[in-house]
């Protein structure tokens, strides 16, 4: 199965592509993790990356599409791969279609997690970073047995600045208007499967993996 998995920040995308890429044996192939790897273990792709970053700029398209290519091309990507965080436009996704035609494949899905602002807002607002060892509480869902102090550490804990209420609908602004072209893209393509995010990992999880399995081997 070939899977892009999409969804706006708070919808639980990380997780989610762990539970699935476990569940169907096929590698979780993000670019967050390609990058770093990538730039610590100093590839040529990855040395010219970090002078684009070094330097405050956008890694230009072409470099992340080389190192997106040369991930898929690796053995244990033959069976399949979900991807996460790529391709974030129209653009991004013709490269996607180009280099799985290099390996005479196809995309089979593209999975979109929904979940509703407001409660986009309430999962990440309520988020509490521990300024010690970094474990992430939350006031309503998990929250720490004493308010503002870390359960596993003593540390304090912080409000992060991009967790506020207004930098999230801020941040949902951006991820709709960035992403709505790249859903209408494959919504017509017929390869769009919107999704029910709410409520809790498990359940989200299983009705993933219901879904995906008809297209799995
Ligand atoms: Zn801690």
């Given at each position: 199965?070939?899977?892009?998995?999409?969804?706006?920040?708070?919808?639980?995308?990380?997780?989610?592509?762990?539970?699935?890429?476990?569940?169907?044996?096929?590698?979780?192939?993000?670019?967050?993790?390609?990058?770093?790897?990538?730039?610590?273990?100093?590839?040529?792709?990855?040395?010219?990356?970090?002078?684009?970053?070094?330097?405050?700029?956008?890694?230009?398209?072409?470099?992340?599409?080389?190192?997106?290519?040369?991930?898929?091309?690796?053995?244990?990507?033959?069976?399949?791969?979900?991807?996460?965080?790529?391709?974030?436009?129209?653009?991004?996704?013709?490269?996607?279609?180009?280099?799985?035609?290099?390996?005479?494949?196809?995309?089979?899905?593209?999975?979109?997690?929904?979940?509703?602002?407001?409660?986009?807002?309430?999962?990440?607002?309520?988020?509490?970073?521990?300024?010690?060892?970094?474990?992430?509480?939350?006031?309503?869902?998990?929250?720490?047995?004493?308010?503002?102090?870390?359960?596993?550490?003593?540390?304090?804990?912080?409000?992060?600045?991009?967790?506020?209420?207004?930098?999230?609908?801020?941040?949902?602004?951006?991820?709709?208007?960035?992403?709505?072209?790249?859903?209408?893209?494959?919504?017509?393509?017929?390869?769009?499967v919107g999704m029910d995010a709410h409520g809790p990992v498990e359940d989200v999880t299983e009705r993933a993996i219901a879904l995906l399995a008809p297209f799995a081997g």
């Amino acid at each position: 199965m070939r899977l892009v998995l999409v969804g706006p920040p708070g919808a639980g995308k990380g997780t989610q592509a762990e539970f699935i890429a476990d569940h169907f044996a096929i590698p979780k192939i993000s670019t967050g993790d390609i990058f770093r790897g990538n730039v610590s273990g100093g590839s040529d792709l990855g040395k010219l990356a970090k002078k684009y970053m070094d330097a405050g700029d956008l890694v230009p398209d072409e470099v992340t599409v080389a190192m997106v290519r040369e991930r898929l091309a690796e053995d244990d990507a033959k069976v399949g791969f979900l991807l996460d965080g790529f391709p974030r436009t129209i653009g991004q996704a013709h490269e996607l279609d180009a280099i799985l035609n290099e390996f005479d494949a196809a995309l089979d899905i593209v999975l979109d997690l929904e979940v509703d602002n407001d409660e986009v807002v309430r999962r990440l607002s309520g988020r509490r970073l521990c300024k010690r060892c970094g474990h992430v509480w939350h006031v309503e869902f998990d929250p720490p047995k004493v308010p503002g102090i870390c359960d596993k550490c003593g540390g304090e804990l912080y409000h992060r600045d991009d967790d506020y209420p207004d930098t999230v609908r801020h941040r949902l602004d951006v991820y709709v208007r960035q992403t709505r072209p790249l859903i209408e893209f494959y919504n017509g393509r017929e390869q769009l499967v919107g999704m029910d995010a709410h409520g809790p990992v498990e359940d989200v999880t299983e009705r993933a993996i219901a879904l995906l399995a008809p297209f799995a081997g």
